[in-house]
């Protein structure tokens, strides 16, 4: 197998990966085109440690690496936006630009009496 092959197809997935984090909005959207550019890593990775015929297979070990912190990174994204959205109502990357609290109904009537 040429090392070509494999390398288009990851140059392939982190270009759209990367135009997904770039262009979208949603957060959620946001963190699967994180996932893509990262498995666009693992591919990079294993098809060059296949290419190498690599004895301690490192690029196999840091694929597994990488997917261990992809996993965590998922897990703590993933709780984040669901706090967020259930604190602001929305998942909306450019409306979340202004990390301060929003005051509720009551905190507004006392600050007004």
């Known amino acids: 197998m040429h090392l070509a092959y494999p390398a288009v197809l990851a140059a392939l997935l982190f270009a759209v990966g ?5 262009a979208r ?3 959620i959207l946001v ?3 994180v996932e893509l550019m990262l498995n666009a890593v693992n591919l990079n990775l294993v098809a060059f440690d296949v290419w190498l015929r690599d004895t301690l297979h490192a690029g196999q070990a840091l694929t597994l690496f990488t997917i261990a912190v992809a996993a965590a990174e998922i897990g703590i994204g993933l709780a ?3 706090m967020v959205h259930r604190n602001r109502g929305t998942s909306d990357v450019d409306r979340l630009r202004d990390t301060k609290e929003q005051p ?3 905190e507004k009537a006392e ?3």
């Open 104 to 106: 509720s109904a009551e």
């Open 31 to 33: 963190l699967m085109s």
């Open 25 to 27: 909005r949603n957060a």
């Open 111 to 113: 600050a007004a009496a």
């Open 80 to 82: 984040i936006v669901l």
């Open 18 to 22: 990367l135009y997904g984090v770039l």
